[in-house]
């Protein structure tokens, strides 16, 4: 089992910038693919970035040039930073991990709430 702990949501305006936190405990972290995914009222979960064992990132082209994903295997802890934020990006983010031999993410943190005013 891998427990997931998101942290570092909240309130900011328009153009601001926030780093959120996934730290993970129960497995080795370096054996986690991990990713972040988000949720807004009435729509779907999309993903919003990946990154891999070894370091290798995605990030969904609306987010492109504003978010950077990045993981600290020392401290086990996946982090997403997030600048120049627009209302549209309000959703709550999850972190999600799975093992590096499996295809879903089966792994999820509780959620932590971004909330960006115009």
């Known amino acids: 089992q891998v427990q997931l702990v998101e942290s570092g949501g909240g309130l900011v305006q328009a153009g601001g910038s926030l780093r959120l936190s996934c730290a993970a405990c129960?497995?080795?972290?370096?054996?986690?693919?991990m990713a972040w995914y988000r949720q807004a009222p009435g729509k779907e979960r999309e993903l919003v970035a990946t990154?891999?064992?070894?370091?290798?990132?995605y990030i969904k082209d609306s987010m492109k040039g504003r978010f950077t994903i990045s993981r600290n295997n020392a401290k086990s802890t996946m982090y997403l930073q997030m600048d120049s934020l627009k209302p549209e990006d309000t959703a709550v983010y999850y972190c999600?991990?799975?093992?590096?031999?499996?295809?879903?993410?089966?792994?999820w943190g509780q959620g932590t709430q971004i909330t960006v005013s115009s």
């Open positions: 999600a991990a799975r093992h590096y031999l499996l295809q879903t993410y089966h792994y």
């Open positions: 129960g497995r080795t972290f370096v054996n986690l693919e």
């Open positions: 990154i891999s064992r070894g370091g290798s990132t």
